[in-house]
């Protein structure tokens, strides 16, 4: 038998032919789906262009939405769509540059007068009066700023020990969510028709602060934006009085606003800073407080005239209450 007979030129096996991958693209139309809620929303924020209670409750959620803003990115580098990706690497950068600055805060000079201030929404006057209490012993505030302030509440803290610590008041308590009082280790005096309040209680007065000259502090406390209210919300923060070139002024409250509201971005361009968001814990949120779900939103400020400066701020979560308190130390200048 001759073997060379079947031997054949062709290779062994047969040709190997390699399949095509075909690979996996996102559809376009997905991309521009993915990136044009959130670059509406920054057009809105930035533009403060937010209109009616739903979109002006909505727009307390910004911190959220920057971080989610980084998914429309990936979906649209995953759909090769260099343009939907641009708008969206744009979109995530200017809701960045509206929010990161809050966690990073900035270096304040240590210099000046200590304030410290403390403010704190009770609940229908529903917060615990020993916790509170407590609070203002571990923290030593020179100031308190309470937001519905009932008369019971008035008598259960000064039971539990308020009288004795902060002796000096001016309070407006009502039964209900209007009444508001400052409490101080300090003299105070009323300061009447210092601006036009609108929404609940807002009393204001001068501190008796040692070592210079008074210092004024209003309780802030407005309508929440809810339905109709909305309008009388952004009146009120329109109404609170700016920094006075005479005193150095604080406000101190429940705001019932984030600094993603255009109302509260404007209240601070007359020449006010957030304590919280100079010290690097603007992002820290302060309601609710004391419910199934951790607090969500950043609406508890105090405000201090841009000439002085913030030593610490720490925020506190209290029994009986929805809000958390807010402490500030601040550093009240030579005016």
Do not use: C
């Amino acid at each position: 038998m001759d073997i060379a007979a079947g031997k054949t030129d062709d290779p062994v096996g047969g040709v190997i032919v390699t399949p095509v991958r075909r690979r996996w693209r996102v559809p376009g139309a997905l991309a521009w789906m993915a990136v044009a809620p959130f670059a509406a929303w920054a057009v809105a924020r930035v533009g403060g262009l937010e209109r009616g209670s739903l979109t002006t409750q909505l727009m307390t959620g910004t911190p959220y939405v920057a971080a989610a803003s980084v998914l429309p990115v990936l979906i649209g580098a995953l759909a090769r769509n260099r343009y939907a990706t641009a708008v969206a690497l744009v979109t995530t950068a200017a809701l960045g540059l509206s929010v990161l600055p809050r966690a990073f805060g900035s270096a304040d000079p240590a210099t000046g007068r200590p304030l410290k201030v403390l403010t704190l929404n009770l609940l229908f006057g529903r917060a615990d009066p020993g916790a509170v209490l407590d609070l203002v012993k571990r923290l030593d505030p020179d100031v308190l700023s309470a937001q519905e302030l009932t008369p019971g509440a008035v008598e259960r803290l000064d039971e539990a020990g308020l009288a004795r610590l902060m002796p000096h008041r001016v309070l407006e308590d009502e039964w209900s969510a209007a009444g508001s009082g400052l409490f101080s280790r300090y003299p105070l005096t009323p300061l009447n028709g210092l601006f036009q309040v609108v929404g609940h209680n807002m009393p204001a007065a001068t501190l008796a602060l040692p070592g210079g000259d008074p210092v004024e502090i209003v309780d802030v406390h407005p309508y929440p934006p809810l339905g109709a209210q909305v309008q009388e919300w952004a009146t009120a923060l329109d109404s609170l009085p700016g920094p006075s070139r005479e005193r150095v002024r604080v406000l101190a409250g429940d705001f019932n606003a984030s600094l993603d509201h255009a109302p509260m971005r404007r209240l601070l361009g007359r020449g006010y800073v957030d304590a919280a968001d100079r010290a690097g814990l603007g992002l820290v949120p302060t309601w609710p407080a004391n419910r199934g779900v951790p607090a969500l939103i950043t609406i508890d400020h105090v405000l201090m005239d841009e000439r002085g400066g913030v030593s610490r701020v720490s925020v506190h979560t209290v029994r009986g209450t929805d809000h958390r308190a807010v402490f500030a130390e601040l550093r009240v200048p030579a005016v």
